[in-house]
């Protein structure tokens, strides 16, 4: 089982190239540090919504990858569950499986 970030949120917009409303700019995110700083500027007041949007826009269009690397792997046998707790995780990371083929078995 291995949890990683949402692809819209990793890259900053959606598949249609739409910036993300509110964007959290988490750790595993393209372009971390230059987004949380340009985030950083938003809050202190020392950009307005607009330059912050545009800039961010600038940003997110060098992300290349199109998917987040896993933070999380977790190795699930049978019998085993895991709890995922709090909104914001299954808002902002999915989970995908890793099922062994019955040729490994």
């Not at 988490?26 to 912050?52: F, M, P």
């Not at 085993?80 to 995908?96: I, N, P, S, T, W």
Request: glycine content about 4%; charged content about 35%; some cysteine.
């Amino acid at each position: 089982m291995k949890v990683r970030l949402k692809d819209q949120y990793f890259r900053g917009r959606s598949k249609s190239n739409k910036l993300v409303t509110n964007d959290p700019v988490l750790v595993s995110c393209g372009k971390y540090e230059q987004r949380k700083a340009l985030k950083d500027e938003l809050d202190n007041g020392s950009i307005t919504a607009e330059e912050y949007d545009q800039r961010r826009t600038e940003i997110c269009r060098a992300i290349t990858r199109r998917e987040a690397s896993p933070i999380i792997n977790m190795e699930i046998q049978h019998g085993d569950f895991v709890v995922m707790h709090g909104a914001d995780l299954q808002k902002y990371f999915e989970v995908r499986w890793n099922c062994p083929s019955k040729d490994h078995l």
